[in-house]
Structure formats: C-alpha cells, structure tokens
C-alpha cells in the first residue's frame, strides 16, 4: 500500500508561485501524476513523472508554467507552479500507479493523497 501526503498549498495572487510537495510511502511507485478539481469541475491531469526516468508530461494548460519533479532519496515529488492564474484555483492531488495504462487518466491511478487547496486570486 502506498500513502501520499500533499503539502504546501494555499492563497497566492495572480502572477504568483506556490510549490507543492507529496511524500510517498510505502514503497515506490513507477509513476506519479499531478491532478487538480475546481468545484463544479471534472478532475484533470496537470503533469507526471516517471520514477525510474525521470521523464516528464505537463498538460497544455500549464505547460511552460508549471514543472513536476521528484527527489528520489526523499521519497517526494514535487509541482513547481509559476505564473499562477485564477483559473489554477483547485484541490490539487498527487496520485501514484504502477500500471502501463494511460498516465494522463486519472482511471489509471491506484493511490490518492487528500489533496491541498490551491487558490489564486485575481
């Protein structure tokens, strides 16, 4: 079983940067993927990393502005966002799977953190 707990969320302005951070524990997963839900919203993919290579995936929507990372010894992955927008204003959860199955389908994912509010003020 694999737990993830997020950190480091809160209200930022526009134009603004947060880092969230989501230790893992347990065991390692092979990927971990970023997702955030606005209320009313359907919940959607914002990045992913593959533990072993580091490779990378961000959505369109906050490519360029935001970067997911991890640091191995410290069993954390990491969501670098920049030029935050109200528009990023969401639960942001970390999401852990070992499956081959699409990585940006929050249907692939097994384990979940609780998540952490980000809000982005205009």
């Known amino acids: 079983q694999v737990q993830l707990v997020e950190s480091g969320g809160g209200l930022v302005q526009a134009g603004g940067s947060l880092r969230l951070s989501c230790v893992a524990s347990?065991?390692?997963?092979?990927?971990y993927g970023w997702f955030r839900q606005a209320p009313g919203k359907e919940r959607e993919f914002v990045a992913r990393i593959k533990s072993l290579s580091g490779s990378t995936l961000h959505a369109d929507s906050v490519k360029g502005r935001f970067t997911v990372s991890r640091e191995n010894a410290k069993n954390t992955v990491y969501l670098q966002m920049n030029s935050l927008k109200p528009e990023d204003t969401a639960v942001y959860y970390c999401a852990a799977t070992d499956k081959l199955s699409l990585s940006t389908s929050s249907f692939s994912y097994d384990n979940w953190g609780r998540g952490t509010q980000v809000t982005v003020s205009s």
């Open positions: 347990g065991r390692t997963s092979s990927t």
